[in-house]
């Protein structure tokens, strides 16, 4: 008989986009983002960070103050879909850990992704946000909250046959 403790698509593709986050150096908040064609196959993954070659440790993190790090940061969702090498996002879904901002919906739209499948909204009431949804819902981009069904998912790096 097959197993039956194993992740849905959802849970695959949302895990690989919290692991992408992991790479964020951002010390606040840590975005990952998963694009996805409709036979279930990974076109992209990308997290927040400064652009190619724009050190991590030159430019601020801060988020407040004369120097912040809003300027310069590559949202996940923008980098992911940066990263897919010119391949077509048409009718694809992206996985992202937090609701994108206004600027990654017009690159969501453009791109020609259908579907954003979300975890939080925190910043659900900001003018961003606020904006982003209006623009995906008049491009009649899907929007959808996960709820998992376990709250966690551990990975092992351990050599052990339950992991
Ligand atoms: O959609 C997004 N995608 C994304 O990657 N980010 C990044 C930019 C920043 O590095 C960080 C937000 O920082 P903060 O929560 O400290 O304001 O998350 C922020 C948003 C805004 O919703
Ligand atoms: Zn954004």
Not at 7 to 16: K, N, Q, T
Request: with cysteine; proline share 4%.
């Amino acid at each position: 008989m097959k197993r039956q403790d194993y992740i849905s698509w959802d849970e695959y593709f949302m895990g690989v986009s919290l692991l992408a986050a992991k790479r964020s150096k951002d010390p606040n908040t840590q975005v990952g983002a998963c694009i996805v064609d409709s036979n279930h196959v990974i076109l992209s993954t990308g997290y927040n960070g400064f652009p190619l070659g724009c050190s991590d440790d030159e430019l601020p993190w801060a988020r407040t103050g004369e120097d912040t790090k809003y300027p310069y940061v590559v949202h996940a969702e923008l980098n992911a879909i940066l990263n897919s090498g010119g391949k077509s996002l048409r009718d694809a879904t992206i996985y992202v850990g937090l609701f994108p901002c206004n600027e990654c919906a017009k690159a969501i739209i453009q791109s020609g992704i259908r579907e954003v499948v979300y975890l939080d909204d925190k910043y659900a009431n900001a003018k961003s946000t606020l904006a982003s949804k209006r623009l995906l819902s008049m491009a009649g981009v899907k929007m959808r909250k996960l709820k998992p069904r376990e709250k966690t998912l551990v990975l092992s790096f351990e050599s052990n046959p339950d992991r």
